[in-house]
């Protein structure tokens, strides 16, 4: 299989060298809920989306666990938005999750047009279930611990699981995942096709805990976030040779579409803290 390190360009589409990989076994088409197309909305004049074509999404890693999701109409969202991750553009939509104070802030920027929290005020869970433009957003939520140790509290559903559904791709952040998932998850998370995994091996999960949520997943894409160093993340890749294919980019920026997803399960690492 070529190295990604040569077909992956900025803001271009991923190379046709996905398409090459062996077939791995694929989840039912139907399960992914649905596919969103409105007519375009006016983008914000601070906006300035990167060349897509139709059916391509870009998705740059602004570093932690934050992420820029651009669809092909201009939409613009900010995952695990914080005050230390505020991206150079005010995006459409953000989404916070309140494990660390590195994944959410208090003071969004006011321009920002949703702000969604992946926690509950109220005790119930958080939902959302959300459609901008070419781009739809729901959630599921999980459960965090409050410390460490047999004694830390449960704090139920303070955590969600977002789903962004665009160009046909259903695109999973994980957040701060504190445990693996259960059937209901799975049920309510449908068919996944890019994960954004926290690969800390502490904070959030262990290194096989984390590897088991993927393979419960079985997403043919699989992107690490919430590494602090590069022993971090080379713990956690060094344990995938027999499960995935792991690819490194040059650059913090990938293009995808449903074409040029991997058939056997493949990590792509991009560069970023």
């Known amino acids: 299989m070529a190295n990604l390190t040569r077909s992956i360009l900025v803001a271009t589409a991923v ?30 004049a601070a906006f300035q989306p990167a ?4 059916g391509e999404v870009q998705l740059t890693f602004l570093g932690h666990a934050s992420f820029l999701i651009e669809s092909p109409l201009g939409v613009s969202i900010v995952t695990d938005y914080s005050d230390a ?30 702000v969604l929290h992946g926690w509950s005020e109220n005790g119930e869970p ?7 433009d070419d781009v739809w957003i729901r959630n599921v939520t999980t459960n965090v611990r409050g410390g460490f140790g047999v004694s830390a509290a449960l704090q139920r559903d303070q955590n969600s699981i977002f789903v962004f559904e665009v160009s046909g791709l259903c695109i ?12 209901d998850h ?3 998370l449908g068919r996944i096709d890019v994960v954004l995994a926290p690969v800390d091996g502490t904070y959030t999960l262990n290194v096989d805990d984390m590897i088991t949520v993927l393979q ?48 056997r399960p493949t990590v792509l690492v991009l560069p970023g803290h």
Request: some cysteine.
């Open 15 to 44: 190379a046709g060298v996905f398409s090459a990989l062996p077939a791995v076994a694929q989840v039912e088409p139907e399960r992914c809920p649905r596919f969103v197309a409105s007519t375009p909305q006016p983008i914000p």
């Open 216 to 263: 419960q997943i079985n997403a043919p894409l699989v992107i690490p976030m919430h590494f602090f160093t590069a022993s971090t993340l080379n713990r956690f890749v060094a344990r995938l040779d027999e499960h995935f294919d792991v690819e490194t980019s040059p650059v913090p920026v990938v293009t995808l579409s449903r074409a040029t997803l991997p058939r």
């Open 85 to 114: 991750t505020r991206p150079p553009l005010v995006p459409d939509i953000v989404t916070m999750n309140r494990a660390h104070i590195s994944h959410y802030t208090l003071n969004p920027d006011s321009g920002i047009r949703y």
């Open 51 to 54: 060349a897509r074509e139709e």
């Open 186 to 188: 799975l049920k309510a």
């Open 126 to 132: 958080a939902h959302h279930d959300l459609t901008v």
């Open 172 to 183: 999973a952040h994980l957040g701060h995942l504190h445990h693996t998932l259960t059937d």
